[in-house]
């Protein structure tokens, strides 16, 4: 039995990696790879706190999520391809369309 | 409204229909209009069918007043304006009745006669349409009960006087004429139009109906200071239609129109109408202030003089007649200001006169065209060639001259008689003096014309038929009218055309007598000094007062200089001063005030109303501009904002 503060500590670290891939990474797959350490920072909490809280709506929770992740994913490097065949590049900072 | 009961009582039988006899030429013209030119005799057999038509009913007519019937009167309404209604109505007495029968046959005599005579002219049928359209005009005036209907038809004559007169438009000389005549009739038409204003403001706006306008006025309803006002108003309008002093001035020089035209003009239509409104609303002028008729009167005789005297100049045989018209109606005018001894007179005299002097324009017309030349000095000696003509042209003259037994002779001796019946003696010596000169032109212009050696070019012939049957027919007509107001078969004129009552037929053998006299006087005279032909009017040896004559009184001058060049150079330049200084002032200063006030405001605009938006702009645009880096198209910039967001919402929801 894991004790749940130590979890915790785990998802954070988890979650801050994770953050500091999407900000800090240019590419975009190192991006979309930081978002999965992110949500599974994320899952880590839920199933931490339904171990704790004899609760399997948190368990629930997590298979959404990883659900929801592979989607993402699909999407995202979907999207990756794209840009590289009409730019070229997976780096996200000349990727910057999003703008006035 | 007595009256008006009574005819009602009596069966108007085909009185209902008279209106038809006015709407009958109406209706021709517009057929000839669309149809004519593609009818066999291009146009004028619609008019001749019309007028023929309208001469039968005119007799039917007639015939009722003969067995002596009743006047009759009906009216539709035309359009209301809040209370005031205008009417289109009838009023037949015996007045009517002879005035319907005269013009239709006039009328109907000039469209065969102008058959002959616009042969070939250039806008034959054109000719058909104004001239039936102008004898429509003229049976609306005639038939009509009230004072607005008149004015239309009055109008519409104005309008086709002028297209007639210049129907030969492309002669400068002619289209001036035709100008001038319009212009001069208006001139007596505004007041005439405010007559009507006048007259039917006095009734209070009851009615425009002429008959129950006399009935208020003989019931002393309306105010004797409007009535008299109104009286010489319409008075003007007669002055100009009538043409007399001293608007007479376009009547001579409407001879520039084709001769049945000044036929038509002289004798059935226009100059008639003019003494008619005067007869139809004559219970106005009766019961006005004294000096309406005396106005009338007054205007009469001088015109009846001096118009004479211009007769007796003319070299064209035209003029002459234009000049006799003026002052015949000038006769007519005498008569009626005389007052209701008059009138009778007067009315027997228009109705004579329109058959004789027809008959001697339309005679006049075929010398005309077989000379071609107006002028008396290159005609003489035309008996013999154009025989026909003569003679008809002589019983013409004749009865203008007052030889009995001519239809002439007759009335003018009832309009001495009325003078003399009225011991008016100013106005008696007027007319018969009016009569020595009358005698003395007319016999001067059939010595000139027809006797002598022919002066002209060409060999003169006789008219066709179709011209000279026309002339038959007044003829005819010019010896008998006259029997309807000889005395002692009763004069049944008398008993169809009064005012109020019916007068007795009267002789007075004085009367007769002077009027003898004196148109043998005239005629002898002349005879004698016209016996001969001279190169040298004999004329010419009064000298000063001759060549007065031949300047017309100098009054074409005068209205010339002192009318129409004031008006042309000085008025107009005035106005073109008046408009350059004063009106452009008036515009430039208006436009400087607005230019200064916008000004105003176009800097309030700029400064603070668009320094308001634009400061509003300014600002988004300025704080847009700070703004628009965060916005940097970097998605990790955009992740880091979202995260700090989360960051800050987690405090805030934790702290507080």
């Given at each position: 039995m894991i004790r749940l503060p130590l979890a915790l500590f785990f998802s954070a670290v988890l979650?801050?990696?994770?953050?500091?891939?999407?900000?800090?990474?240019?590419?975009?797959v190192m991006v979309l790879m930081s978002i999965e350490l992110m949500l599974n920072a994320v899952n880590v909490n839920l199933i931490a706190f339904s171990q704790r809280l004899h609760d399997v709506t948190g368990q629930v929770f997590a298979l959404f999520v990883i659900a929801v992740a592979a989607a993402e994913v699909g999407i995202g490097l979907a999207i990756v391809i794209l840009i590289y065949r009409n730019r070229e590049t997976i780096n996200v900072d000349e990727v910057n369309l999003l703008k006035w | 409204m007595v009256a008006a009961a009574e005819a009602a009582l009596s069966n108007p039988g085909f009185l209902r229909y008279t209106w038809v006899i006015a709407l009958l030429p109406l209706v021709s013209a517009t057929l000839i209009l669309f149809f004519g030119k593609r009818t066999p005799g291009k146009g004028p057999i619609y008019g001749i069918l019309a007028l023929a038509a309208g001469f039968v009913m005119s007799v039917a007519v007639l015939w009722h007043f003969v067995t002596g019937g009743a006047p009759y009167s009906s009216s539709v309404t035309w359009f209301e304006v809040g209370t005031f209604r205008l009417e289109l109505g009838q009023y037949v007495d015996g007045l009517t009745a002879v005035m319907v029968t005269m013009v239709t046959a006039i009328s109907l005599c000039i469209h065969v006669y102008s058959i002959g005579y616009m042969q070939g002219d250039k806008r034959y049928t054109w000719f058909f349409v104004v001239l039936?359209?102008?004898?429509g005009a003229m049976l609306n005036v005639v038939v009509t009960d009230n004072l607005f209907q008149l004015l239309v038809g009055w109008e519409i004559m104005g309008i086709c006087s002028y297209l007639l007169i210049g129907h030969w438009w492309e002669e400068h000389a002619n289209s001036s004429a035709a100008i001038k005549a319009f212009i001069t009739t208006k001139t007596g038409d505004i007041p005439f139009l405010f007559g009507i204003f006048t007259l039917v403001f006095a009734t209070g706006f009851a009615t425009t109906n002429i008959q129950q306008i006399g009935e208020m006025a003989s019931r002393g309803e309306v105010s004797t200071v409007l009535l008299t006002a109104g009286a010489l108003l319409l008075f003007g309008g007669s002055i100009g239609k009538s043409a007399q002093f001293p608007l007479h001035v376009w009547l001579p020089d409407a001879m520039a129109g084709p001769t049945p035209v000044s036929a038509q003009i002289h004798a059935a239509t226009m100059v008639?109408?003019?003494?008619y409104l005067v007869a139809r609303t004559f219970s106005v002028f009766v019961h006005a202030n004294p000096i309406a008729l005396h106005v009338v009167a007054a205007i009469g005789g001088v015109t009846l003089v001096i118009a004479a005297l211009l007769a007796l100049v003319q070299d064209d045989?035209?003029?002459?007649?234009?000049?006799?018209?003026?002052?015949?109606?000038?006769?007519m005018m005498a008569a009626l200001g005389l007052g209701e001894a008059g009138y009778a007179a007067g009315m027997f005299h228009l109705f004579t006169h329109a058959f004789f002097k027809a008959l001697l324009f339309l005679a006049a017309g075929s010398v005309i065209h077989a000379v071609h030349s107006n002028n008396m000095s290159e005609m003489g000696g035309l008996r013999k060639p154009m025989p026909r003509t003569f003679w008809t042209y002589l019983i013409g003259s004749l009865a203008l001259a007052g030889v009995p037994p001519l239809s002439g002779f007759f009335s003018k001796d009832e309009l001495i008689h009325a003078a003399y019946k009225a011991h008016d003696y100013p106005i008696m010596i007027t007319l018969l003096a009016g009569a020595v000169i009358t005698a003395f032109y007319t016999t001067r212009m059939v010595m000139l014309t027809f006797f002598g050696d022919y002066r002209g070019h060409g060999h003169p012939h006789e008219s066709p038929a179709v011209m000279t049957g026309p002339l038959a027919a007044l003829a005819g007509a010019t010896v008998v009218v006259g029997f309807l107001g000889f005395a002692p078969t009763k004069a049944p004129f008398l008993d169809w055309v009064f005012f109020e009552h019916p007068e007795a037929a009267e002789v007075s053998v004085l009367v007769v007598g002077l009027s003898i006299l004196v148109a043998g006087t005239g005629i002898l005279v002349a005879y004698a000094l016209y016996r001969r032909y001279r190169e040298r009017d004999p004329l010419t040896a009064l000298g000063p007062v001759y060549s007065l004559l031949e300047h017309k009184y100098y009054l074409d001058d005068i209205y010339w200089k002192g009318i129409v060049l004031p008006i042309r150079d000085k008025a107009s330049a005035f106005a073109n001063w008046t408009s350059q200084v004063i009106l452009d002032g008036v515009v430039n200063g208006a436009a400087r005030v607005a230019r200064a006030l916008s000004g105003l405001v176009n800097g309030f605009d700029r400064n603070v109303l668009d320094g308001a938006v634009n400061g509003v702009a300014q600002t988004a645009g300025f704080t847009g501009g700070l703004l628009r880096y965060i916005q940097s198209g970097n998605v990790q910039r955009y992740a880091a904002f979202l995260f700090t967001g989360v960051v800050i919402l987690a405090i805030v929801f934790t702290r507080f």
């Open positions: 979650f801050s990696s994770g953050v500091y891939g999407v900000l800090a990474r240019r590419n975009a | 039936s359209l102008f004898t008639a109408a003019g003494v045989i035209k003029k002459v007649l234009a000049y006799s018209t003026i002052s015949q109606l000038a006769y």
